[in-house]
């Protein structure tokens, strides 16, 4: 069975609400409207049923009855209405209706208990000897007989009728107008939805992610203007991770061609040399054989660091930390990295939400550049969620210091030592996914400052602004 879409199910609820709110203010109405009848019957038969009752004190029926025969042949003292009748009832059985009255009730029970005296009254719906449907009132008379009065329902039953007829007609209409007002409701209120679910769907068949909905500044406070700042929210960060993998590709592309391309010439000459015959000098084969292994072990740094800046891109926040303690933990690897070293500490508490591995080796990358440019000791700061790393080195000049996050940079005077230029990229993109920043500046001791920024767990971080 093919399931209702979305639009149609909530015209079908609104309409299902109207309808029963319409059934069940009918049913009230009716229902009251029956019992106001009803008890306007009741009254008259009441009323009337008072003026002939006439018993004695102690609720004793007078006696000596009137022959039943004599009652009846004569015309009743009753000036009753048209629709009002009277029926006389003995508890020997004998019944009869003076006067032109109408038809005869079939006497019950109860009726013959009310001329016994053993009841005050019976009420109860009936059906005359010619099939009209009336309601009855039975009390005592005189003479030790009951009287039962009797009142057409048939003008009632009519104008119940009549009335349940014209609501019925209401709830039809209301049923129509309740869908069609559902039908509109729902366009309108699912308006929001369908554009997110045709974008939804573009970015499912095309992967282009630029597909913003709605304006951001007019959109409301409602669950589907939340929806949509969310969908437009992913899409941006999913079109930033998409470029910034791309990026990372292409200079991964771009690095590893050159320690590549040394590799193949290294190789290539050492077959032509093979090929040729010619004796090699073992002095000079173990110095190609040494850049070889230099160049493998580049490339292994650089595959490892690519691959640690993939990964780290991709991972999800979710840890209570004491940031003071991760920059405690990379210091101390650093120190075993290089024992003979001196790092100064200045550490308070500061308590973050994030990934404590990728502070961690965020840390230590500020470390291993202090490390390696630098031969004095190395200040280490933790203040208000500013990591600071200081060295005595030849720093960096201005524009140099624009370029130093950027991925496989290599400042000038670096590019004979090992490293791929990736150590820096590493801790910006650490700082961006934990909502903080990086810098890079002069220290007092005239090296460089370089740290980064984390923002302090009042709550809880859910990502970097989109």
């Not at 009730?105 to 109860?110: R, Y």
């Not at 992967?207 to 941006?236: C, K």
């Not at 050159?258 to 040399?273: A, G, I, K």
Request: net charge negative; glycine share 8%; proline share 6%.
């Amino acid at each position: 069975m093919r399931r209702l879409s979305l639009r149609a199910t909530v015209a079908l609820l609104c309409a299902l609400a109207v309808v029963g709110a319409l059934v069940a203010a009918s049913v009230v109405s009716w229902l009251g409207m029956r019992e106001a009848m009803r008890d306007q019957v009741d009254k008259s038969l009441k009323e009337r049923g008072s003026s002939r009752i006439v018993i004695l004190p102690g609720g004793v029926p007078r006696s000596g009855a009137p022959d039943a025969q004599a009652l009846c042949s004569s015309p009743p003292d009753l000036d009753a209405p048209e629709l009002l009748r009277a029926q006389y009832v003995w508890p020997d059985g004998q019944t009869c209706s003076p006067g032109p009255t109408g038809a005869l009730l079939t006497p019950t029970q109860a009726d013959y208990d009310v001329a016994r005296g053993s009841l005050p009254e019976v009420w109860r719906d009936a059906v005359n000897a010619d099939g009209e449907h009336v309601r009855a009132l039975t009390v005592p008379y005189e003479g030790g007989s009951a009287m039962i009065l009797t009142r057409s329902l048939e003008e009632t039953d009519k104008a119940l009728a009549g009335l349940a007829l014209k609501l019925a007609l209401v709830c039809l209409i209301g049923i129509v107008v309740a869908a069609v007002a559902g039908l509109v409701v729902a366009r309108i209120a699912l308006r929001a939805v369908g554009r997110l679910a045709d974008a939804a769907e573009h970015v499912a068949a095309t992967d282009d992610l630029d597909v913003p909905i709605g304006d951001p500044e007019r959109a409301g406070r409602d669950e589907v203007a939340r929806v949509t700042r969310a969908f437009n929210a992913m899409t941006t960060r999913l079109a930033a991770s998409r470029r910034r993998q791309q990026q990372l590709i292409a200079d991964a592309s771009h690095e590893l061609r050159t320690p590549l391309t040394s590799l193949r010439t290294h190789v290539e000459w050492l077959m032509r040399v093979d090929d040729s015959g010619r004796s090699l000098d073992p002095a000079e084969r173990k110095r190609i054989a040494t850049s070889v292994l230099g160049q493998v072990e580049e490339l292994t740094t650089l595959i490892g660091e690519i691959s640690t800046l993939a990964r780290e891109g991709a991972q999800t926040l979710h840890e209570q930390l004491d940031l003071d303690q991760v920059v405690l933990r990379a210091v101390e690897r650093a120190q075993r990295r290089a024992p003979s070293r001196r790092f100064d500490l200045e550490l308070e508490p500061w308590p973050t939400y994030g990934d404590p591995p990728a502070l961690e080796r965020a840390v230590l990358n500020l470390l291993d550049n202090a490390v390696k440019f630098s031969p004095g000791p190395i200040e280490v700061r933790l203040t208000e969620g500013r990591v600071s790393v200081a060295d005595d080195g030849p720093g960096l000049s201005d524009p140099e210091r624009a370029q130093a996050f950027d991925r496989f940079w290599r400042a000038p005077s670096a590019r004979e030592l090992p490293g791929s230029g990736l150590g820096l990229a590493i801790v910006a993109d650490c700082a961006e996914r934990h909502g903080g920043d990086v810098f890079f500046g002069a220290s007092e001791r005239g090296g460089a400052e370089v740290g980064f920024t984390v923002p302090q767990a009042l709550t809880e971080f859910s990502g970097p602004p989109a």
